[in-house]
């Protein structure tokens, strides 16, 4: 697998990222614990999640997903230092969203409880909080990091103006600076990222992992018309995506598709893979055959003609 450097930090990540979002939601404990043994089988190593995911689904609270991967951590079928694990503080846990110093040092350890482990690869902070000042964020995961409790530190959801914003803040009061950053980009949604801030992340070296890098799901070619999103989980996201700019990138993926025999999901990835800045994107799978059509997207050679197809598409 060719593995590629997360920025400055010293992770090293395959080219796709598993979002850890379907875990506790469309994917059960049985189904995440065999997606995730053959994802790694497969030769990737890391895994998205978040302390909030999947507090959105009936019944669920909130670190569903962190607590299915901390089982599947502790069966010890991937040793820990072989596994890459994201994970992102700030959402709304009950408490509003927030970057207070006072509830990271807690969230920290609730997180840390449910993914029964002692450290935590990447921790992002996951929306801004225009309440609190960058340095105090900042501070609190600089200790972090002296107490061996998280490796590295990023953002998630920030703007080029505030990414800067908080570069200066970091260097001001002498704490690290966020590595990462994730933002939303795919072939649909590529304002968020195209532009000030690819330009930012790239001077500065800055791993980039993006997410939504399916749209939803949109991009996998499986919704045609409003018919096909009825009833499905991610059914109202993606038949947003159904209007005159997404049919068109769904005929130029269909195009390419044609040529390459790929499918419409791999083909998606791979050109966020070849996108300036780009790291790795995430992307989910909620079975074996969808887990395979992912991991086929890591080798798949898009070429300057299809490349530019795809762009006009989604201009």
Known sequence: MDMRRLGKTDLSIAPIVFGGNVFGWTADEKTSFDILDAFFDAGFNTIDTADVYSAWVPGNKGGDSEEIIGKWLKRGKVSRDKAVIITKVGSDMGQGKTLKETYILKAVEDSLRRLQTDYIDLYLSHWPDENTPYEETLGAFAKLKQQGKIRAIGCSNLDATQLQASFDAAEKAGVPRYDVIQPEYNLYDRAPFEGPLADLCVKEDIGVI??????????????????????????????????????????????????????????????????????????????????????????????????????????
């Not at 996998?220 to 990138?249: F, N, P, Q």
């Not at 800045?277 to 799978?285: D, K, L, Q, R």
């Not at 992912?294 to 006009?312: E, I, P, V």
């Open 210 to 315: 993006t997410y939504f890098s399916l749209a939803a799901g949109f991009l996998s070619g499986k919704y045609r018309s409003k018919a096909d999103t009825e009833g499905k989980a991610r059914g109202g996201k993606a038949a947003a995506y159904l209007d005159d700019k997404g049919l068109k990138i769904l005929a130029a993926l269909d195009k390419v598709a044609a040529e390459t025999a790929a499918k419409p999901a791999e083909i998606a990835l791979a050109w966020l893979l070849r996108k300036k800045g780009v790291t790795a994107p995430i992307a989910s799978a909620t079975s074996l055959s969808q887990l395979d059509s992912l991991t086929k997207s890591a080798t798949l050679s898009l070429s300057d003609d299809a490349m530019a197809l795809l762009d006009k598409a989604g201009a």
